[in-house]
């Protein structure tokens, strides 16, 4: 009995040290993280995914998909909320030049 009572102890010990070491890790990565630009990625990469799915529509004329099959294509970035991306499609505020048909997609 009091073997297996060390036994879970040092077992414990383990554990905690492991999770300690995970939470280190994840700040670690969280400081990093913070450090890249990613407001800035998102807006640049808007306009040129913007751009791309216009040059689909001005191609497509006729057989528009919906905005969630736009965005299944994999055109936008991922580091976009997809709920984001589908409001902007399906309401043609993307900042395309011209504008997307927003009421045809839907």
């Known amino acids: 009995m009091v073997t297996k009572i060390v036994n ?3 077992e414990y010990g383990r554990i905690l040290a492991q999770a300690q ?5 994840a700040m670690h990565l969280q400081d990093k993280l913070s450090a890249r630009y990613f407001d800035w990625y998102n807006r640049h990469s808007l306009k040129s995914d913007s751009n791309r799915l216009w040059n689909k529509l001005k191609e497509a004329k006729r057989d528009l998909l919906t905005a969630e099959q736009y965005y299944a294509q994999g055109i936008f970035s ?3 909320p997809c709920v984001k991306i589908l409001s902007k499609i399906a309401s043609g505020r993307l900042g395309c030049s011209g504008g997307l048909p927003g009421n045809r997609l839907g």
């Open 21 to 25: 070491q995970l939470l280190d890790e």
């Open 78 to 80: 991922p580091f976009i």
């Open 8 to 10: 879970n102890e040092a």
